[in-house]
């Protein structure tokens, strides 16, 4: 049974940075897409970074350059290394996994969603 479980969020300043993780310990999901989506209060859930079975990884524009996305397959555990937060980064955190062939193309119809974690960064 999938389990997404998020951890790392917080609060810290602009320009800090925090390490988010994402675990499972009921599926494996070496041949999935993963990803990290956010949504802040009033906004729609967006998608932030991506990584599929080959370790390929895709990025939205705001994050290029500040944020990566890896993960660990003996570990089952997904990560997003964000440097450099900014206020608008603000926002629930949402791990994300997915089939290859879907592959969170469609927030709508992503197969597998964690409980969010929360990242709040001041000015």
């Known amino acids: 049974q999938v389990q997404l479980v998020e951890s790392g969020g917080g609060s810290v300043q602009s320009g800090g940075s925090l390490r988010l993780s994402c675990a499972d310990s009921?599926?494996?999901?070496?041949?999935?897409?993963m990803g990290w989506f956010r949504q802040a209060p009033g906004k729609e859930r967006e998608g932030v970074a991506a990584i599929d079975s080959d370790g390929s990884t895709s990025y939205a524009h705001s994050v290029k350059g500040r944020f990566t996305i890896s993960k660990d397959n003996a570990k089952n555990t997904l990560y997003l290394q964000m440097h450099t937060l900014k206020p608008e980064d603000s926002a629930m955190y949402y791990c994300a996994a997915d089939p290859p062939t879907t592959c969170l193309g469609n927030v709508a119809e992503v197969r597998s969603w964690g409980q969010g974690t929360q990242v709040t960064v001041s000015s």
């Open positions: 009921g599926y494996t999901h070496s041949n999935d897409c």
